[in-house]
């Protein structure tokens, strides 16, 4: 391998673990700023802050990013500064969190481009220096000396140590010392166990071990921990052998006496020299470098290489079956048997192969969920609003490429929701609802669908603004020409937008005809409930992936084409006596309810076909609750299909996913059945 591709791949593997990082790192923010002005926070929380900041700081040194590591590296010193409560968490401390994560994002991204963007950072340090230049309230005496600490307890506190024990002084709470005497054979996990318990009702200030012994051969740790419990509630819920519960105050006082030392097998063990040793970390018995995790990164393009191989496998079976077909018809029986049998054996193995490749590639939609938290938050602030996030279905799976191509398209509907969907507190105040309003993502699989929802508790939709900015625009003659649902359509054309003002986050309308576009790309469907005064429901429908598929084959005035059988109901032979015209629409009645009917030769103004017959096939899809009649000339069967870009010269073409190569080496167009019910709805086909 050259020296520039040892560079690239240490690039990749960077930006990959930058990402999780930066990931984690907006999550465990959300929640911190819940904590500002005054609010609870948990130190644990502050901890995976600052280690997050502290492992992307090291990360970046390391792999040769400079501008990242010093940024990283002035984040770090006030988190650092946080967690040690030199500095007060308020609003201008989250927002300076938030920028900072932010631009460490843009950086990230930067370092993965081949043409570096400079980024000026003197603005984001001078902020940071400004929230470690507050100090916060000033205190009286250290309220420490009233508790009669031992000086081997205050001399063995880290600084971080010390100021957790002041905190948990200040709010009142009792401090006791644990004592305690383990097996060496299981002291990790019976310490695991105790200091989860004592963290459901207190904190565990710090954990080191004891120079007294209790057990013989044993190893001892004093867990120093507040609480607002007292020592007669919280005995029995650490109840042990070898324990010693001690409180800390004007004058100490022993609660509960070590039992008899039990016998131990194993020899005593020194301990590390560490301020807190993680007991998850020390293992007895042999040393392993065996990995905790069962967890491989891989790389979305070594996926798509091998989905590329399974496709090329895929049509190599097809023709292995043709050929078996075309011996069996020339009266080769024994041989067409032979090859028919291994041809069924190939099938089985590869169907086994296609579904373990297409489960690798399959990402919870949580990831993309946890993504609209910040955003959320960071736009609500700036907006004066009070929302809310509600996540649901965030384990419901779908193609890691769809998920990436979906967010941009979910981040516009949230940004749109918040900007001018809620209401300001005072507006939901007035109109009887609750100042705060949510925003709510949910997504569940709707057959070979997963549909994403995204729905606020707003105003609404204007329809009546709507109606009128179409009239401006020359788009109807007259407001009372088109229906309530048929107007809420128009918000997705280029350009469309009823507000008055431009908006630096979003215009209810603008830019929905990206979103759609996007959406359309995917063979996925958007949709639009209004409910005024009440809220706004976008409802989004996506295949779960755009890998291999089975696809239906037909033809229309003597063309091949592919339909995806997910997206097909049913077919059927219709009489051409059945069909209606309502509206100068086509239409057939199939159970009680009115089908809309297509004739694909007309859709893609195809010539060659012949006269109407007596009798023709019609394909019933459906994305979500729409429902069309295709009319086609035949139907040769069902195949497995690689769908394949046809590149950005023909991604213009209305209703074309993409492309796939047959079995008999002909190469045939793949249908869009979103985008065609979409069209053919709208009536511009």
């Known amino acids: 391998m050259s020296v520039d591709e040892n560079i690239g791949k240490a690039v990749k593997d960077f930006l990959a673990e930058a990402e999780e990082i930066l990931d984690q790192l907006s999550l465990d923010l959300v929640s911190l700023s819940d904590c500002a002005d005054g609010g609870e926070c948990s130190p644990d929380l502050v901890n995976s802050v600052f280690r997050g900041a502290h492992s992307l700081k090291g990360l970046a040194g390391m792999f040769g990013f400079a501008d990242i590591a010093e940024l990283g590296h002035h984040l770090e010193n006030l988190l650092d500064a946080l967690r040690l409560g030199k500095v007060e968490l308020d609003q201008g401390v989250v927002s300076t969190l938030f920028e900072s994560t932010e631009l460490l994002g843009a950086l990230v991204r930067n370092a993965g481009e081949s043409v570096l963007e400079p980024v000026d950072l003197s603005g984001i340090m001078q902020r940071i220096n400004d929230c470690l230049n507050k100090k916060p309230g000033a205190g009286g005496d250290s309220p420490l000396a009233r508790l009669n600490l031992p000086e081997r307890v205050l001399s063995s506190m880290t600084e971080y140590e010390e100021h957790r024990l002041l905190e948990n002084v200040k709010k009142g709470r009792r401090i006791y010392s644990i004592h305690i005497s383990l097996q060496l054979a299981s002291f990790d996990s019976e310490l695991m166990e105790l200091t989860e318990q004592l963290k459901q009702v207190g904190e565990v200030i710090s954990t080191l071990p004891s120079a007294s012994g209790g057990l013989s051969g044993g190893i001892d740790f004093e867990i120093l921990f507040g609480c607002d419990l007292d020592s007669a509630e919280l005995a029995p819920l650490i109840d042990r052998d070898n324990l010693e519960l001690t409180e800390f105050g004007p004058k100490e006082r022993s609660v509960a006496q070590a039992a008899a030392p039990a016998p131990v097998a194993e020899p005593a063990r020194e301990p590390a020299e560490e301020e807190a040793p993680n007991p998850a970390a020390v293992e007895p018995g042999a040393i392993s470098a065996k990995s905790m995790s069962r967890t491989v990164r891989v790389d979305i393009g070594k996926l798509d290489l091998l989905m590329n191989i399974v496709g090329e496998l895929v049509l190599s079976h097809s023709m292995i079956a043709d050929v078996a077909a075309r011996m069996r018809r020339n009266g080769l029986i024994v041989p067409s048997q032979e090859l028919a049998k291994s041809a069924k054996g190939l099938e089985k193995k590869l169907s086994e192969l296609?579904?373990?490749?297409?489960?690798?590639?399959?990402?919870?939609?949580?990831?993309?969920?946890?993504?609209m938290s910040r955003i959320v938050r960071k736009i609500s602030r700036e907006q004066g609003k009070k929302v809310e996030l509600k996540l649901f279905g965030a384990d419901t799976e779908l193609d890691k490429l769809i998920i990436e191509d979906i967010s941009d398209p979910v981040m516009h509907i949230v940004r749109n929701s918040i900007d001018h969907g809620i209401e300001t507190p005072e507006a939901r105040l007035a109109a009887g609802k609750d100042e705060k309003g949510t925003i709510t993502l949910s997504s569940y699989q709707k057959g070979n669908h997963v549909v994403i929802e995204v729905h606020d508790d707003g105003g609404g939709i204007d329809v009546s603004r709507v109606k009128k900015k179409a009239l401006q625009l020359g788009i109807i003659g007259s407001v009372d020409e088109v229906s309530d649902r048929d107007a809420l359509d128009f918000i997705f054309r280029p350009g469309f937008s009823t507000t008055d003002k431009v908006s630096e986050i979003s215009g209810?309308?603008?830019?929905?005809?990206?979103?759609?576009?996007?959406?359309?790309?995917?063979?996925?469907m958007i949709d639009v409930e209004n409910y005024p005064g009440q809220g706004t429901r976008f409802i989004i429908t996506l295949p779960i992936t755009l890998a291999i598929i089975k696809a239906l084959i037909i033809t229309a005035a003597g063309r091949t084409y592919a339909l995806p059988i997910t997206s097909v109901l049913e077919s059927i032979i219709v009489e051409q006596k059945e069909i209606k015209t309502v509206e100068r629409k086509e239409v057939i009645q199939l159970r009680e309810a009115t089908l809309p009917l297509l004739r694909l030769s007309e859709f893609f103004q195809l010539r060659g076909g012949e006269a109407a017959p007596e009798s023709c096939y019609v394909v019933v899809v459906g994305v979500a609750e729409k429902r069309l009649g295709v009319v086609v000339d035949d139907l040769l069967g069902q195949q497995d299909i690689v769908i394949k870009s046809i590149g950005d010269t023909f991604a213009g073409f209305r209703g074309i996913s993409g492309a796939a190569d047959l079995g008999d080496q002909r190469t045939i167009l793949v249908l869009d059945v979103g985008s065609v019910i979409s069209e053919a709805t709208r009536g511009s086909a």
Not at 361 to 368: E, T
Not at 508 to 522: E, F, K, P, Y
């Open 508 to 524: 209810r309308g603008v830019g929905m005809d990206v979103v759609r576009t996007n959406i359309a790309s995917l063979s996925g």
């Open 354 to 371: 296609q579904k373990g490749v297409m489960e690798i590639r399959m990402i919870p939609v949580g990831q993309l969920f946890e993504k």
